[in-house]
Structures are given as structure tokens and as C-alpha cells.
């Protein structure tokens, strides 16, 4: 929200109020408070009125310091409130007549208490700056606003400045531009697609390329000016009395992620057959039993390892949505089919919503026993769009909770797996009543936290722990806790792709660990071209699913080639799971992304700030999709030793450089940075293994460790259903000698790409007299490179 008329002025109708001074603190171990008032006090008589903001400083984490600024304390603050860690860190805090300084960890705040120029410094060096009139209370006398009191509507703002060349990320998943600099942005969940500014995932937090990030605690809409109106500062504010935000000192981007995920929720790690290809009936696309077992029949023939089939929203009948019935007349034995799918190895996730229709057959049910979301009249609210005469699951009704959670598990005992949790954006705000009395416009963006956290615990509760998985569209703070996420409706164009990666990788950059798009987008149908380009793109992504809304994704709608490519990049995720599940392993840990985008890889590389299509898949893999139709890549390498993981060709960099070539279907530029350990399944399943239903996805006899370019230490853990099984590295001595290191019972084969090996076969090693070596046992083997 913009309240300022050019660099000296505010707008018609705006009068802001900000600390002049700090007239009293009161120090404590873990809490420090100000009282500010907004004019100079020259004498006792200043007192007697006015305006006084108070601000509390506390830590909950070394180098994370919270700032929340009050002005009538007692101002009614109603739910919800998003879920944070909550501990409070002892603080250092030192007191002098011209200024305070408050210190955690590496980060301190130093306000000066005479004309309240406040710094947030990282072990004594500036990061961010609020200036004259940056932290205020804002009044304006603007009509027809949510928080419209007497005429006059009351807001927060905090501004804090930017230094040169400093880039902005996050926000949530927002698919313009991913540098945030020059962008309005508001955080308020809308059903938009993937081509206009609004967003599924609206976050607010922010991270710089100066390695602090800033989240700012308010469920509701918090309005953020990205270097906007004020070409140097981020500007953030929220209506009413009281702002609340955390300013997350890293001092590296990745520890900024760490800090911000450890408050406010890991992502939690899904279950292995997740990561292997999903397939979906599309949309409004006619389907019954006969229909699905030819798309699950059809890819496993064609040696297309499939692992999930989907059932979009027509499993129900229209009109009838969401009410957990399938619909009878095209699947008359559900059970029956759900088993007879399941026999072949393939998991079942079925499409839902928190949107009751009023044809569904559950609908008078929920409106008998106060289920629905109601109006201040206390009727149950409704509206038609998308299913006539809905209502909407009160999810903080425990009642209500339960009762849609008992709708799931009937679901599951049927043999359903998961969910794809659709929807949760279109949350209305204006005569609406909660059960728990919840704020409605706290709830707009909160409720998809509620709805999402129903149904993963639903699916814990009946498959256990470590077994739940979503594929969620809404969300917000903490709805990482609830993997996965999908990017929403896209175009079947390049465009529509490009749009798909900038919003994973922003929706990255905001604490989520795992994402999804829809492979050869959803609206519409692609070309074959767009098609393949995207189906290589899709299975080099966390989690990979086909799926459209007018037209079947099955490969060979497309032609024959599409087949071998959908094929080959499936065998080659199946190829790569031992590496992608153990860096899975590392984000619900550590809250660092499966797919992360460049910069966080390469923070000091100052082209790496605005790459937005190519990332790292993990830590050590650079995937650069194709985006044209002339098979032209065009992607940046920075500085080091590559070598391309289909190929084996190695280029060195000694600084970073663009590169440009062409790609066939079956190959997209995939490069391994220098002093890698890659781990990889070296027995995938043959074409007729699939067809037979042969799908596994234990690797644990079949590893092999691929080292790249080793400079000094290269070191890989392997985990298999959430737990580590073998770690392997490797130290690079004088001369070429290479001392390898095995942890774990299992057998595993090491191999150095473009290096022969000399080495003994010892009773603990086994060599083929090449550039592999198989480590037998517990214990470390001495070779060298040639």
C-alpha cells in the first residue's frame, strides 16, 4: 500500500506517526521495551497526550531478533495466529545516554534514542536501516476499507532499506519476475492461475541477497512495496494497531531458510513412491474404470514406470462436489477397481475440496449440525460459484474437523493413498462467522493452513507417520508442514512453463521444501513440441505429475516420440532417486530446498541474482530447461569444472559464462559442479520388467556413487525410507591418491567419471580394472586417479 506523495510528502488524507525518541526502556533478560512518543518531549507539560508507540524486542533463535510495535495495546486482537516457535533467547543489551543496542547471536539492533534511527547490524556491520518516518502509525481517511473505523482507517508500516544491488525473493509462489524489486505486492490468497500477478501461496516473508530475510507474523493481508514508491527501501504494513515481524539474520541465504523454517515449520519429508511419476485423468475429460486402466496399462506396456494414478474431480458426480461418493454410473465398483490397480503396484490419490455443494449428498448433514462456515444471521453462508448453492467446511469446529477426517478414512480403507488437497483460496471475508469466533479477514489466507492440516493428519492417523503426502495448491505459513505443492492452472505454452518455474522457485525462496507443475500444462493442450520439452522439465523437479484440464496428458496422445521421452526422463528420475530422496531427507531437516534456485547456490555470483530458468536440483545438479520450439538452450554456467550427467563432456569455466546449443528431445543441459558425489541407482527395471509391474524403489543393492572432478573432499549419505543406510567419501591426497571411506553395511559401487583408477583388489574392495570400484565392507581402500 502506497502512502507516499513523491520523497517529502504523504498522500491526501495520510498522517503518519513515527517514534522521535526512546523516552523509557525497561530492560530484561529476554525482553527489551521502549516507550517512543512520536514528538520530542521538551517539557513535562508534552506529556499530557498524544501519541506513543511502544516497541518489545525479543530473540526466539540466535541471530533472529522479533520487533513488535504497539500503539493501543489493548486493541482487540482476535485469531488465528500463524503457529511460531515461541522460546525466547537471553539477549545482550547495552543501554547509553545517546543510543541502545539489543544483540542475539551475530545480529544486533541499535536504536538511537534521541531521533530513533534504528540499524540491524551483523557483528557490526550494517544490514538494513529505518530512517525518518519509516516506522510509523499511518491514519487515513481513505473510504471503503476493510478496517474502516469512524472514517478513519489505521495502519503499520515499516520501511527498511535496500543497498546497492540488492535483490528481494520470496513472497510466496508468484509467477511474475522473481527478483521482487520494482513489485506491489499484497498477501492475499487468490484463484488467479499461473499467467496474472495474483497468487495461490501468498507468504510474507522476504529474502535478500545480503543474507537476512524478514517475515512479517500477520495471517491477514499484509501489503508489501518492493522498492515501489520508495526506489531504496522495502516498505511492509499491516491494518490496526500493532505490527509484528522477525528479521532473520543468516548470515548466507541458506541460513536465513534454516532460521526462518525452524520458526515457522520444516517441510515435512513425503514418502519415497512420491517422487516417481504421477499420471492424471485431467479434468473435464470424460473417463470411467475402462478408461483408467488403459492410461495405467498403456504407460506400464510402454515401459513407463508410473507410480501414481490420480482421479480428478469427476470420480464424483457433478454438482456434487466435494461429498466423498464416487459416482456410480461410470465406477460401479470402486473398491474393486481401486484393488485391482493397487495390484499392480500403482498408488491411488483422489481430488478434493473444503466446498460442499448443495446437490452432494452429505450437504444437509453438514448444514444440520452447524458444519459450515455461517452468516451473521446464523445461516450457513453459500454462493454458486464453482459449485451451486456450496458452503464451506468451518474446519476451527472440531466437530466439523472430525467429520470430514471420517469422510477421508473411508477413502483410505477403500485403498486411496492421498489427496490433492484443490482450492482453499476463495475464503470470503464480509458476513461471515467462525465457530471459534476467528477474525475472517486473519482467515482469508489462513483457512488453506487449517483445511491442508486436516487432511495430511487424516492420512498419518490411518498409514502412520511418514506416510502422508498432499498435492496442495493453497497455502500459506507453516503449510510447508504439509508437502507437496503444485504451481496451479497454467497455459500449455512455453510461456505458461516459464510462468510454472519462476512461482516454484520464488515458492522455494519462501520455506517450502518440495513443488510440482502440471507437466505440458492445463489449459488447453500443448504442442507435442511444448509437450516433451516440459515432460524433461517435470521429471527433473521434486515431484512430477501429468495432468490437464480439457485433454488427456498421456504421452502418446502426442505422438510416438513423446512415449520415448516421457520414458527416458522417467527411468532417469528412477535413475536418480537415491539422490533426490536423500537430499529430500536434508530439506526436512534443514528447510533447504529440493529445487533452489541459483542464487542460493551461488549468493557471491552476481549473474546468479536473476536466473530464473535454470536451478539446482539438490545441491549439486544444474537443470536448464528448454523454453522455444527451436531446441535452442540458453543457460549460465558459473565458474568451475562441469561435467554433463548424460553425456560425460566436461567444460572448465575459470568464470562464469553463458552457454547456447542445441538439444535434442532426449537430452536437456544437466551439468554436476565440481567435488560431487552423485548416488544413483544403478539397476533400473527394463521395459518388460515394467510392463509386468516390476517397480521398486529400494536401491539399497544396487548404489553406485558417482564422484565428479574431485578437488579435496567430496561426501554422500544415502537414505532410504527416512533413514541413512551408507555414507560414502571420498579426500583427494597428493599425487592423484584418493582415500575412499564407507559407512554402512551395504555394498556399494564407486565410480570416477572420466578417470581410469588403479587399485588392488583387496579382500574389502573389488575393482574392474577402469573407473569403478566396489567397496564390500565397513572400511576405507586407497586408489589413484590417472
Not at 504494513?237 to 500493532?242: A, K, L, Y
Not at 455461517?374 to 459449485?387: A, E
Request: aromatic share 12%.
Amino acid at each position: 500500500m502506497k502512502f507516499w506523495n513523491g520523497c517529502w510528502l504523504n498522500k491526501e488524507g495520510v498522517e503518519c506517526f513515527q517514534p522521535q525518541q526512546v523516552y523509557y526502556s525497561n530492560i530484561d533478560k529476554d525482553k527489551v521495551i521502549l516507550t517512543c512518543p512520536t514528538y520530542h518531549i521538551n517539557h513535562r507539560g508534552d506529556t499530557l497526550g498524544g501519541i506513543n508507540l511502544t516497541l518489545e524486542i525479543t530473540s526466539p533463535l540466535e541471530g533472529v531478533l522479533r520487533l513488535k510495535t504497539y500503539h493501543h495495546k489493548g486493541a482487540l486482537q482476535k485469531e488465528p495466529s500463524f503457529e511460531v516457535y515461541d522460546e525466547k533467547c537471553k539477549l545482550e543489551t547495552k543501554e547509553t545516554e545517546e543510543e541502545i543496542t539489543v544483540t542475539s547471536g551475530s545480529l544486533a539492533i541499535r536504536i538511537n534514542k534521541n531521533n530513533f534511527l534504528l540499524s540491524y547490524e551483523r557483528d557490526g556491520e550494517v544490514i538494513t536501516t529505518s530512517a525518518w518516518k519509516d516506522l510509523a502509525l499511518v491514519k487515513t481517511n481513505w473510504k471503503g476499507l476493510a478496517y474502516d473505523k469512524d472514517g478513519v482507517n489505521t495502519y503499520m508500516r515499516q520501511e527498511l532499506s535496500l543497498s546497492v544491488g540488492e535483490l528481494v525473493y520470496g513472497l510466496g509462489e508468484r509467477f511474475g519476475a522473481m527478483v521482487r524489486n520494482g513489485q506491489s505486492i499484497d498477501i492475499w490468497n487468490e484463484d488467479g492461475g499461473t499467467s496474472t500477478d495474483q497468487s495461490y501461496k501468498n507468504i510474507p516473508f522476504y529474502i535478500t541477497n545480503k543474507g537476512y530475510g524478514v517475515f512479517v507474523n500477520h495471517p491477514e493481508k499484509v501489503s508489501f512495496e518492493v522498492a515501489t514508491e520508495q526506489v531504496g527501501k522495502v516498505e511492509f504494513s499491516v491494518p490496526g494497531e500493532m505490527l509484528d515481524y522477525y528479521l532473520i539474520d543468516g548470515p548466507t541465504m541458506k541460513e536465513v531458510l534454516e532460521k526462518y523454517t525452524t520458526l515457522t515449520g520444516k517441510p515435512s519429508l513425503p514418502p519415497m513412491w512420491t517422487f516417481g511419476l504421477w499420471l492424471s485423468t485431467s479434468f473435464t475429460t470424460n473417463y470411467d474404470e475402462k478408461t483408467v486402466m488403459s492410461f495405467i496399462d498403456g504407460m506400464l506396456e510402454r515401459g513407463i514406470p508410473l507410480r501414481v494414478f490420480h482421479f480428478d474431480c469427476f470420480w464424483m458426480k457433478e454438482f456434487h462436489w466435494t461429498d466423498f461418493v464416487w459416482d456410480s454410473r461410470v465406477f460401479p465398483d470402486p473398491k474393486g477397481m481401486l484393488g485391482r490397480i493397487k495390484k499392480k503396484g500403482i498408488k491411488i490419490c483422489v481430488w478434493i475440496n473444503p466446498y460442499i455443494g448443495q446437490s452432494a449428498d452429505i450437504f444437509d448433514e453438514g448444514h444440520e449440525k452447524g458444519y459450515f462456515l455461517k452468516r451473521t444471521d446464523g445461516s450457513t453462508w453459500q454462493w454458486d460459484m464453482w459449485q451451486p448453492g456450496m458452503a464451506l467446511v468451518d474446519f476451527t469446529n472440531p466437530e466439523a474437523k472430525k467429520w470430514f477426517k471420517n469422510k477421508l478414512f473411508e477413502l483410505m480403507d477403500m485403498g486411496v493413498d492421498c489427496f490433492k488437497t484443490d482450492f482453499g483460496e476463495r475464503i470470503p471475508t464480509e458476513d461471515v462467522v467462525y465457530y471459534d469466533g476467528s477474525d475472517p479477514e486473519k482467515m482469508h489466507n489462513y483457512y488453506t493452513y487449517l483445511y491442508n492440516q486436516a487432511v495430511f493428519e487424516a492420512i498419518e492417523e490411518k498409514k502412520g507417520k511418514g506416510e502422508a503426502v498432499l498435492f496442495a495448491r493453497s497455502a500459506t505459513v507453516g503449510g510447508q508442514k504439509f508437502p507437496v505443492h503444485w504451481g496451479g492452472d497454467c497455459w500449455s505454452t512455453y510461456e505458461g512453463m516459464s510462468e510454472s518455474l519462476r512461482g516454484g522457485l520464488s515458492l522455494t525462496m519462501s520455506g517450502f521444501g518440495f513443488w510440482s507443475h502440471d507437466m505440458g500444462g492445463f489449459e488447453n493442450t500443448s504442442t507435442p513440441d511444448v509437450y516433451k520439452r516440459w515432460a524433461a522439465f517435470g521429471l527433473l523437479s521434486s515431484h512430477s505429475r501429468l495432468h490437464g484440464s480439457s485433454s488427456y496428458r498421456v504421452p502418446w496422445a502426442y505422438d510416438e516420440e513423446a512415449v520415448d521421452v516421457v520414458r527416458f526422463f522417467a527411468k532417469l528420475k528412477m535413475e536418480l532417486l537415491p539422490y533426490l530422496y536423500s537430499n529430500a531427507v536434508e530439506t526436512s531437516q534443514s528447510g533447504i530446498p529440493v529445487m533452489r534456485s541459483m542464487v542460493l547456490e551461488y549468493e557471491t555470483d552476481p549473474a546468479a541474482g536473476y536466473l530464473e530458468r535454470q536451478y539446482m536440483l539438490g545441491s549439486d545438479i544444474l537443470v536448464a530447461p528448454v523454453f522455444n520450439d527451436k531446441s535452442i538452450a540458453q543457460y549460465y554456467l558459473p565458474a568451475g569444472r562441469w561435467t554433463n550427467f548424460l553425456t560425460g563432456e566436461k567444460r572448465i569455466l575459470k568464470a562464469g559464462a553463458w552457454q547456447k546449443e542445441k538439444q535434442g528431445y532426449l537430452e536437456v543441459p544437466m551439468w554436476v559442479r565440481e567435488n560431487s558425489m552423485i548416488a544413483v541407482n544403478d539397476a533400473i527395471p527394463s521395459d518388460k520388467e515394467i510392463a509386468q509391474g516390476n517397480i521398486s524403489d529400494d536401491y539399497t543393492k544396487t548404489l553406485e556413487f558417482r564422484v565428479y572432478e574431485l578437488t579435496d573432499v567430496a561426501e554422500s549419505g544415502v537414505y532410504y525410507d527416512g533413514s541413512e543406510v551408507v555414507e560414502v567419501s571420498a579426500l583427494l591426497k597428493d599425487k592423484g591418491n584418493v582415500i575412499l571411506t564407507k559407512n554402512g553395511k551395504v555394498a556399494v559401487k564407486v565410480r570416477f567419471v572420466n578417470h581410469k583408477l588403479e587399485a588392488d583388489n583387496e579382500k574389502n574392495v573389488s575393482y574392474d580394472g577402469n573407473d569403478t570400484i566396489v567397496l564390500l565392507s565397513e572400511d576405507t581402500a586407497s586408489i589413484s586417479l590417472r
